[in-house]
């Protein structure tokens, strides 16, 4: 997929900052092109780059630490919004501009959607510029399109976040399904469960939809089984990351404190950069607490073969929040 070289918005938010050093940090899909990416913004700001191998997973994700660890004055992390509310000076957060035209993977959409008339509309930062020719193209076959408004971290109308599917909901009591655009399945998932309605996921990247009705279910069912497994459990691993917005520390050790009163006993792992692996060698530990990003409970799970629960999740499996109640919510990661 090809992008603008540079979001001119960026390069006149670099010279008005004018840093010497920058750190760039890429979500995966634009590594392929991140020595062009770093020579452009050294080009036109003349500062140097230092490209962050690491994981960069959201604008949760900054990680001043690794700027400062290389002397870098500035992060630049490109492909996500900024967090609602949470502007910083250190960092400077933008959201790329796919170019393609997403026309064809829409009509594909609609094949599906013959009997379904009024169509939610949801997308990650990278798409949030093209929602309204998607629009356009949905209304022109008779569609009506409805695109909602967030209430939580995510910065656009119709943006979700893996941990904020609250633009989805506000407007999920009106519509017959959901279309998608984006990459990947975790959002698409996550807005399934979030909304239960039916979800098609546009994948311009892939080039396909996929109806993940019965995705959705499955993975739902999952969930509520390894609920099930977590109640047996007797020795627990809270995780608590270390990055950015994904620190919830105190949240740690609130729930440690509860799985003690709920007669479990439980230690905080605390990690920067979680892979399922590191996790396999805590042998005595039969199921994990993650307070970090719900991504990880939902994708490492079936890699360690033991329950890794949400917050939310880890609520109901200690009869503190109904089902009903999760299903409001279920990959926000407040104990309430
Ligand atoms: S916590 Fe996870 S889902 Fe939420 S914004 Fe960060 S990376 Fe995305």
């Not at 990278?126 to 569609?143: P, T, V, Y």
């Amino acid at each position: 997929m090809s992008h603008d070289p540079l979001p001119p918005k960026l390069i006149e938010e670099l010279r008005r900052r004018s840093p010497k050093l920058i750190l760039l940090r890429l979500p995966e899909g634009l590594r392929p092109k991140c020595a062009a990416i770093a020579e452009s913004i050294a080009e036109a700001t003349g500062a140097e780059v230092i490209a962050s191998a690491d994981p960069c997973y959201g604008a949760c994700d900054i990680s001043p630490e690794d700027a400062e660890a290389v002397g870098a004055d500035l992060v630049v992390q490109i492909g996500h919004s900024p967090m609602r509310g949470r502007a910083r000076d250190d960092a400077v957060i933008i959201e790329t501009m796919a170019e393609e035209d997403p026309g064809p993977l829409i009509e594909e959409a609609l094949k599906l959607l013959k009997s379904e008339r009024i169509i939610g509309l949801a997308t990650t930062a990278q798409h949030i510029h093209q929602l309204d020719r998607i629009r356009g193209i949905l209304e022109a076959s008779s569609k009506e399109v409805r695109i909602g408004r967030p209430t939580g971290w995510a910065a656009h109308e119709g943006q979700v976040l893996g941990c904020d599917y609250s633009a989805a909901k506000a407007v999920a009591e009106e519509v017959d399904a959901f279309l998608f655009f984006g990459g990947g399945r975790f959002h698409a998932l996550g807005l399934g469960i979030s909304t239960d309605k039916r979800v098609l996921a546009a994948d311009p990247y892939e080039g396909k939809v996929v109806d993940l009705m019965d995705d959705s279910k499955r993975l739902l069912r999952a969930r509520f089984a390894a609920m099930e497994a977590f109640k047996g459990a007797k020795r627990i691993g809270v995780l608590v990351g270390l990055k950015g917005s994904q620190k919830r520390l105190r949240g740690a050790w609130d729930l440690r404190a509860l799985l003690k009163r709920k007669g479990k006993k439980a230690i905080i792992l605390s990690f920067r950069d979680l892979r399922a692996e590191a996790l396999l060698s805590f042998s005595e530990l039969e199921a994990f607490a993650n307070t970090a990003c719900p991504r990880i409970a939902i994708e490492d799970q079936p890699a360690i073969g033991r329950p890794i629960l949400n917050v939310r999740e880890v609520m109901v499996a200690l009869g503190e929040l109904s089902w009903e109640e999760y299903r409001r919510d279920p990959f926000s990661q407040a104990m309430g």
